[in-house]
T-cell receptor
Framework: NAGVTQTPKFQVLKTGQSMTLQCAQD?????MSWYRQDPGMGLRLIHY???????DQGEVPNGYNVSRSTTEDFPLRLLSAAPSQTSVYFC?????????????FGEGSRLTVL | GEDVEQSLFLSVREGDSSVINCTYT??????LYWYKQEPGAGLQLLTY?????DMKQDQRLTVLLNKKDKHLSLRIADTQTGDSAIYFC???????????FGAGTILRVKS
């Protein structure tokens, strides 16, 4: 039972490069989201999706794009990486929007931008 | 806006009780949560409490909610070395799963 799978686990980028963090879940969850985790700041919501074809911005969306073409996948794109985007990124999913908030997390993707 | 605050570090001896505290600002919070993060892993839901409850007990875990003071606590009885982790408090309002997290409390259990 894979749950939420994130790739890559580690990535180093140079300033200005672009890349995509992949997230896939096999639980048929409607709701998917991306958080970033920074020391002393907890997790902050970047973007979320309540179903295929529907996405919305969270607390810190600037510099990131998302799309949701299928129920299973929710990739996060960094358009032009900046050192301030050095962080650990977590994808999380839930059975449905408006549920009791049990989010299932991936293991995280650690990104360093030089 | 919504804000969740936690103390950053707690150290206890194995077998003692641990109490991790959290304060939140949004009085319209519907659910409050405790998540656990072990090293190198994602977060896992430990327990949650609905805002109309004062207390919830689940085996070694006791959650207390003081809605007047907007204070949430997690008590772990008979703390074990395997409980060493980061514990996050979180709240939700509009969507049940659009959560606002605190910065996390590092729990260190000494044997």
């Amino acid at each position: 039972n894979a749950g939420v799978t994130q790739t890559p686990k580690f990535q180093v980028l140079k300033t200005g490069q672009s890349m995509t963090l992949q997230c896939a879940q096999d639980m048929n969850h409607e709701y998917m989201s991306w958080y970033r985790q920074d020391p002393g700041m907890g997790l902050r919501l970047i973007h979320y999706s309540v179903g295929a074809g529907i996405t919305d911005q969270g607390e810190v969306p600037n510099g990131y794009n998302v799309s949701r073409s299928t129920t299973e996948d929710f990739p996060l794109r960094l358009l032009s990486a900046a050192p301030s985007q050095t962080s650990v990124y977590f994808c999380a999913s839930s059975y449905s929007a408006g549920a009791t908030g049990e989010l299932f997390f991936g293991e995280g993707s650690r990104l360093t931008v030089l | 806006g919504e804000d969740v605050e936690q103390s950053l570090f707690l150290s206890v001896r194995e077998g003692d009780s641990s109490v991790i505290n959290c304060t939140y600002t949004d009085s319209s919070s519907t659910y409050l949560y405790w998540y656990k993060q072990e090293p190198g892993a994602g977060l896992q839901l430990l327990t949650y409490i609905f805002s109309n409850m004062d207390m919830k007990q689940d085996q070694r875990l006791t959650v207390l909610l003081n809605k007047k003071d907007k204070h949430l606590s997690l008590r772990i009885a008979d703390t074990q070395t395997g409980d060493s982790a980061i514990y996050f408090c979180a709240e939700s309002t509009e969507y049940g799963n659009k959560l606002v997290f605190g910065a996390g409390t590092i729990l260190r259990v000494k044997s």
